[in-house]
């Protein structure tokens, strides 16, 4: 997961969409469809080995308390786990799950109470790739001619959306992406996710794949 190749160069490139691998289409499908989140991602069948931490995950950030709660409820019937209980924070207030697929979702929103109810609408999709070194990576993308919309140092970063798709790309330290997480760093194999480009096809610094949108 950590060694970069480049297969062809673009002068500009943006994250078009998200294709989780999933051993078990059908399955995963059922699971989206009642999770409410099959509108932003695309699923195909993949049996490449992967153990741990994937690297990664997508973050929902919704209007409230009562949303979120909607959300991982909804995913735990479903059949997801449950990672991180929803609580309050600093930040807001939040929970993580886990797909029976291995695919981790953050549900969260910057309001610490409801200011009404609860609804099924998604305020943001944010795709969070946990990296070793996120200025590297930073300039990496840069130079794909991807445009930097946010910049912390070294902690994160946040590229400007794409009109062709609704995900936002994000980049964060990967072992302070798992403690976040509620998990440990540790992970080999594929990370079972795939960026689509408007350009070519490359992989970053940390092995993650991008392809070309059909």
Do not use: N
């Not at 059922?30 to 409410?36: H, I, N, P, Q, S």
């Amino acid at each position: 997961m950590v060694m970069a190749t480049t297969t062809s160069t673009a002068a500009h490139t943006s994250l078009a969409s998200v294709t989780l691998e999933v051993a078990d289409l059908e399955a995963a499908r059922r699971f989206y469809t009642a999770f409410g989140v099959d509108t932003y991602i695309s699923l195909r069948a993949s049996e490449a080995p992967s153990t741990g931490f994937r690297g990664f995950t997508l973050a929902l950030t919704v209007a409230g308390p009562a949303t979120v709660d909607g959300f991982v409820a909804d995913a735990v019937d479903a059949g997801a786990t449950v990672l991180k209980p929803a609580a309050k924070s600093l930040w807001g207030y939040g929970g993580v799950v886990q797909a029976p697929d291995g695919t981790i979702w953050k549900i969260a929103t910057s309001a610490k109470k409801d200011s009404g109810p609860a609804t099924r609408e998604v305020d943001e999709v944010v795709l969070l790739l946990g990296v070793e070194d996120v200025k590297a990576t930073k300039q990496f993308y840069v130079g794909r001619g991807l445009t930097v919309a946010k910049s912390f140092g070294g902690k994160y970063a946040e590229f400007a959306s794409g009109q062709s798709s609704s995900v936002k790309l994000a980049l964060y330290k990967r072992r302070a992406l798992a403690k976040d997480l509620g998990v440990t760093d540790d992970g080999t194999g594929s990370h079972h996710v795939i960026l689509g480009s408007t350009a070519g096809t490359f992989t970053d610094p940390d092995g993650f794949i991008w392809q070309p949108v059909a």
